[in-house]
């Protein structure tokens, strides 16, 4: 890193969803730049906050320019944009759904217009993509100077799948919030939940969870372990909702069909739903 870069603070921005939009990659921003904050006080860090709607949100200050979801020319004008701010490095999150065009193709021309090294962390890699899901992440692995990944199994895929090189991948694992243990015994109880093993899914919801594949799976192990309860709790994804509508209920209710006699508590068998 040349000395002009290293006498000033590093310009860092983030390109992802933000709060107060609601999904886990605006989540997961907001607490990276949180975390980059703290760490590196003296760094200036922004986000670019990608829109899905004409309307936008109520961002906090950090979120300095924002990305029509859909607009093409809207990803040309935010690497001018970057350009201009004179970033040293690009944090961009990637996520399929989250960038417009097909497989979120229109992200390629802002990475190419960038003059900062860019670091892409990718929170899905799938192993079977479409020709175009793997064509756009390929060239999102070309462009960036690393690939972050949360698994060994996603570092894997880039390279065999994606043909991402294997010293450009890094793996860092997601991790979560630093909260102090403690006992559960009178949290279950004020629940209502005492002398139950709960099996936990929450935040937001879509077909991409696994919950399906959880309540094909809860029947043989409850008939072995009546003491386990599955506890759902959240919604169904904003984005999900809009496109397929509430589809939660119908999927939770087919947890009802399990006997009801192999749990105690919850009359509806070894499920809950708040």
Same mark, same amino acid.
């Given at each position: 890193?040349?000395?002009?870069?290293?006498?000033?603070?590093?310009?860092?921005?983030?390109?992802?969803?933000?709060?107060?939009?609601?999904?886990?990659?605006?989540?997961?921003?907001?607490?990276?730049?949180?975390?980059?904050?703290?760490?590196?006080?003296?760094?200036?860090?922004?986000?670019?906050?990608?829109?899905?709607?004409?309307?936008?949100?109520?961002?906090?200050?950090?979120?300095?320019?924002?990305?029509?979801?859909?607009?093409? @020319?809207?990803?040309?004008?935010?690497?001018?944009?970057?350009?201009?701010?004179?970033?040293?490095?690009?944090?961009?999150?990637?996520?399929?759904?989250?960038?417009?065009?097909?497989?979120?193709?229109?992200?390629?021309?802002?990475?190419?217009?960038?003059?900062?090294?860019?670091?892409?962390?990718?929170? @899905?890699?799938?192993?079977?993509?479409?020709?175009?899901?793997?064509?756009?992440?390929?060239?999102?692995?070309?462009?960036?100077?690393?690939?972050?990944?949360?698994?060994?199994?996603?570092?894997?895929?880039?390279?065999?799948?994606?043909?991402?090189?294997?010293?450009?991948?890094?793996?860092?694992?997601?991790?979560?919030?630093?909260?102090?243990?403690?006992?559960?015994?009178?949290?279950?109880?004020?629940?209502?939940?005492?002398?139950?093993?709960?099996?936990? @899914?929450?935040?937001?919801?879509?077909?991409?969870?696994?919950?399906?594949?959880?309540?094909?799976?809860?029947?043989?192990?409850?008939?072995?372990?009546?003491?386990?309860?599955?506890?759902?709790?959240?919604?169904?994804?904003?984005?999900?909702?809009?496109?397929?509508?509430?589809?939660?209920?119908? @999927?939770?209710?087919?947890?009802?069909?399990?006997?009801?006699?192999?749990?105690?508590?919850?009359?509806?068998?070894?499920?809950?739903?708040?």
């Amino acid at each position: 890193m040349d000395t002009e870069v290293m006498a000033r603070p590093l310009a860092i921005a983030i390109i992802g969803n933000h709060p107060p939009r609601r999904c886990g990659i605006a989540t997961f921003t907001a607490d990276l730049a949180d975390a980059l904050t703290a760490v590196a006080p003296r760094c200036a860090v922004c986000v670019v906050a990608l829109d899905d709607s004409a309307s936008g949100y109520p961002y906090p200050d950090r979120v300095a320019h924002t990305i029509a979801q859909h607009d093409p @020319t809207s990803y040309r004008r935010a690497a001018h944009w970057l350009n201009a701010r004179a970033s040293d490095i690009v944090l961009l999150q990637h996520e399929y759904g989250i960038f417009g065009g097909v497989a979120g193709e229109y992200v390629l021309p802002l990475l190419r217009g960038l003059r900062a090294p860019i670091v892409t962390t990718c929170h @899905t890699v799938l192993a079977r993509p479409d020709p175009a899901q793997r064509r756009v992440l390929a060239a999102i692995g070309r462009l960036s100077a690393r690939v972050i990944v949360m698994s060994e199994r996603g570092a894997t895929l880039l390279r065999e799948v994606y043909g991402v090189p294997g010293e450009k991948i890094a793996l860092i694992h997601h991790g979560i919030p630093d909260l102090p243990a403690s006992d559960t015994g009178p949290h279950k109880t004020a629940l209502g939940l005492a002398g139950r093993q709960i099996l936990l @899914t929450f935040g937001l919801l879509s077909p991409g969870k696994g919950l399906s594949a959880v309540l094909r799976a809860l029947p043989p192990v409850v008939a072995r372990h009546p003491e386990v309860l599955y506890l759902v709790h959240g919604a169904t994804h904003p984005q999900v909702k809009a496109q397929q509508g509430e589809s939660l209920p119908g @999927t939770l209710a087919r947890a009802r069909t399990y006997p009801r006699d192999r749990a105690a508590g919850p009359p509806h068998g070894p499920f809950r739903h708040p």
